[in-house]
């Protein structure tokens, strides 16, 4: 018995261990944040007409731009890397930014294009015009700009106090690591970095509802 857990201790504990922290890099560590209280976009509508809030809502944002069939890809990325997985929580949401004007192309994008993946609850369009969207974007202080179609590849993590959240410091090998969006070109950043960072901030969610005794599986 004796000699069972000491080989068990030896070499099972380890590779278990490792496959553990493989899995994800940041687990059960805060997710830094990146800018504090960013703006609400609530004075903007959906299609529907209807504004939406980020207060209160775990939220992918990004900024899709004048041209979005050529980001249609990135949408597919998304959809599937990490909208498919969280898509039943409560709490959770994509919002993406365009001017005004680009109404028509997101009806077919949903019609021909998203709708064939399966539901887009909880996913949503939202439109301004360019000197809006260029005085939000300014206000998130990031480093990467919009290029001239007001669009950025990279989406990024907003909590619930509307604060984004990402990677600011040093990674576990002691290297300075700063990450304020994730390029959904990449499906590999989505899968390796994103997918990593949005289990910390749903676990984050977790630990405080149990504590105040109201955890739920929707979040």
Same mark, same amino acid.
């Given at each position: 018995?004796?000699?069972?857990?000491? %080989?068990?201790?030896?070499?099972?504990?380890? !590779?278990?261990? /490792? *496959?553990?922290?493989?899995?994800?890099?940041?687990?059960?560590?805060? &997710?830094?944040?990146?800018?504090?209280?960013?703006?609400?976009?609530?004075?903007?509508?959906? %299609?529907?007409?209807?504004?939406?809030?980020?207060?209160?809502?775990?939220? !992918?944002?990004?900024?899709?731009?004048?041209?979005?069939?050529?980001?249609?890809?990135?949408?597919?990325? %998304?959809? #599937?890397?990490?909208?498919?997985? /969280?898509?039943?929580?409560?709490?959770?949401?994509?919002?993406?930014?365009?001017?005004?004007?680009?109404?028509?192309?997101?009806?077919?994008?949903?019609?021909? @294009?998203?709708?064939?993946?399966?539901?887009?609850?909880?996913?949503?369009?939202?439109?301004?015009?360019?000197? #809006?969207?260029?005085?939000? /974007?300014?206000?998130?202080?990031?480093?990467?700009? &919009?290029?001239?179609? *007001?669009?950025?590849?990279?989406?990024?993590?907003?909590?619930?106090?509307?604060?984004?959240?990402?990677?600011?410091?040093?990674?576990?090998?002691? $290297?300075?690591? /700063?990450?304020?969006?994730?390029? $959904?070109?990449?499906?590999?950043? *989505?899968?390796?970095?994103?997918? @990593?960072?949005?289990?910390?901030?749903?676990?984050?969610?977790?630990?405080? &509802?149990?504590?105040?005794?109201?955890?739920?599986?929707? %979040?």
């Amino acid at each position: 018995m004796k000699k069972n857990i000491v %080989l068990f201790v030896l070499f099972v504990l380890p !590779i278990v261990a /490792y *496959l553990f922290f493989a899995s994800g890099v940041n687990s059960f560590i805060s &997710l830094p944040i990146i800018t504090k209280n960013i703006p609400e976009v609530n004075t903007w509508k959906t %299609l529907d007409n209807k504004s939406v809030a980020l207060t209160n809502k775990i939220t !992918i944002l990004g900024f899709t731009g004048s041209d979005v069939i050529k980001h249609k890809g990135n949408f597919f990325n %998304l959809y #599937e890397v990490i909208y498919d997985k /969280y898509k039943d929580f409560k709490d959770f949401q994509v919002v993406m930014v365009l001017p005004d004007g680009t109404q028509k192309q997101v009806e077919e994008l949903l019609k021909l @294009d998203i709708q064939k993946l399966g539901t887009h609850k909880g996913w949503n369009f939202v439109f301004a015009s360019p000197n #809006e969207i260029t005085t939000f /974007y300014d206000k998130l202080q990031l480093v990467g700009k &919009l290029d001239t179609s *007001l669009a950025t590849p990279n989406v990024f993590i907003i909590d619930k106090k509307r604060n984004l959240r990402g990677r600011k410091g040093e990674d576990q090998k002691g $290297t300075p690591e /700063y990450k304020e969006g994730y390029n $959904t070109i990449f499906v590999s950043e *989505l899968y390796n970095k994103m997918m @990593d960072d949005m289990k910390i901030i749903i676990y984050e969610y977790r630990a405080a &509802l149990k504590k105040n005794h109201n955890a739920t599986k929707e %979040l």
